[in-house]
């Protein structure tokens, strides 16, 4: 059973920061692209940022220079660290793990809160 579990979220005043963690289990870890996407009341899931089975990272023109993810293929965690955060990154913040060879969309967490308000 595949299971993606976020953690980190909650309530940060803007200017602040959070990381945000995603444990993995039930999937070959190492070789799944893994991202975190976001979704705020009223909008369209967005990909945020992302990391090859590699190490090679993409991050959304909107959190560049603000955001990092990275992975810990020892531990099967996938990690988003969060800087200068901004009212706007309000969102519930998926993670999620694509293969070839599992669905199209990959598999998804449950994902976590992230409010940026003062």
């Known amino acids: 059973q595949v299971r993606l579990v976020e953690s980190g979220g909650g309530l940060v005043q803007p200017g602040g920061s959070l990381t945000l963690s995603c444990a993995a289990s039930g999937i070959d870890f190492r070789t799944n692209l893994m991202a975190w996407y976001r979704q705020a009341p009223g909008r369209q899931r967005e990909m945020v940022a992302r990391i090859t089975a590699s190490g090679r990272t993409d991050h959304g023109v909107f959190v560049k220079g603000r955001f990092t993810v990275s992975r810990s293929n020892t531990n099967d965690t996938l990690y988003l660290q969060m800087n200068s955060l901004k009212p706007e990154d309000s969102a519930v913040y998926y993670c999620?793990?694509?293969?070839?060879?599992?669905?199209?969309?990959?598999?998804w967490g449950q994902g976590t809160q992230v409010t940026v308000s003062s």
């Open positions: 999620n793990a694509w293969n070839p060879s599992g669905p199209g969309d990959g598999y």
